[in-house]
């Protein structure tokens, strides 16, 4: 009775793999398909949110995929065993799956150093006290690159070692530890993945539970579903491999610290100012100015508060080593 309750969680895990908006390359469509089902309903309780990070409808989504779960798993229950096992088989085999796709997912941002990037100009001159706790330290990671090799690294590894049955428990022993640090770095700096980390926190607990507490290991492996046809083996790890290292290879840009940057990108010290009376700067001593490699023009004031405006730059200028304007 205890294995057929323990369904629950994988029938919420694959609604968790339909249905959680993520930011794909290959199943880009995902998320659009998820808004669309789901964004009308959480927009009901909370009509200003969105399915972004932790916003609010996000937790809606979350909790209705529970209540789903838990009316499919109703009927799993009166599968025959044989049925039964199949499905729970598939279930636990998806999860794997996605595990590994996105440890090797985000494990290839910070090696190609696309997460934790160089701080903008505008954040290496703001005061300390005026970054919130997630700017701070997300800005912090991306000043070293070596640190985000090393990170890329510890989640490729268990991304890769899950896939292959002799080197799978030790994986996900390795996967349970990233996520539970990933989850308690986005809870102690109030990074907003909270969520979806411990959802990630909880797949990986209850993947590598079995392994722990099961003397017999061969029949943990059997309990996966096999995969003996060589083709879809190479079709599921191709797609993966795209996923995850896809973007980075068509742009060339294996180290973001070296990308191109925007013409003019960078800080300048304004040292005379010159805005005649009516004009709407005419009341703010402006102190710098940074160009910002997404296409905004920030002015930091004497009062070190911040302003942002869009910039488009028509005309081609010749690049310039002035640090003053």
Known sequence: ??????????????????????????????????????????????????????????????????????????????????????????????????????????????????????PEPNLLYTPMGKLDRDILFWSTMGTSYEYNLFMGIMEIIPGLMILFSRTRKLGLIIATGVFLNVFAINLSFDISVKLLSFILLMMSSYLVYPFLFNKKENDVETSYFPIKSMWIKAILLGLIFIESIGPYMLRGNFNDDHASRPLLHGAYTVTHQNFTEGNSLFDFKIKRVFIHRDGYMIFQFENDEMADFSLDIDQPLRSTTNTSV
């Open 1 to 118: 009775m205890a294995r057929r309750f323990s369904l629950f969680p994988l029938t919420f895990f694959g609604l968790i793999l339909l249905f959680f908006p993520m930011t794909w390359n290959v199943l880009a469509f995902q998320s659009s398909f998820a808004e669309f089902i789901f964004l009308p309903i959480g927009q009901l309780f909370f009509p200003e949110t969105d399915l972004t990070s932790d916003a609010k409808g996000l937790y809606v989504l979350v909790g209705l995929l529970l209540g789903v779960a838990l009316i499919v798993h109703g009927f799993f229950l009166r599968m025959n065993a044989q049925k039964f096992t199949r499905t729970m088989s598939i279930l636990r085999t998806a999860a794997l799956f996605y595990l590994s796709a996105l440890l090797l997912k985000y494990g290839a941002d910070k090696l190609f150093k696309a997460q934790f990037y160089l």
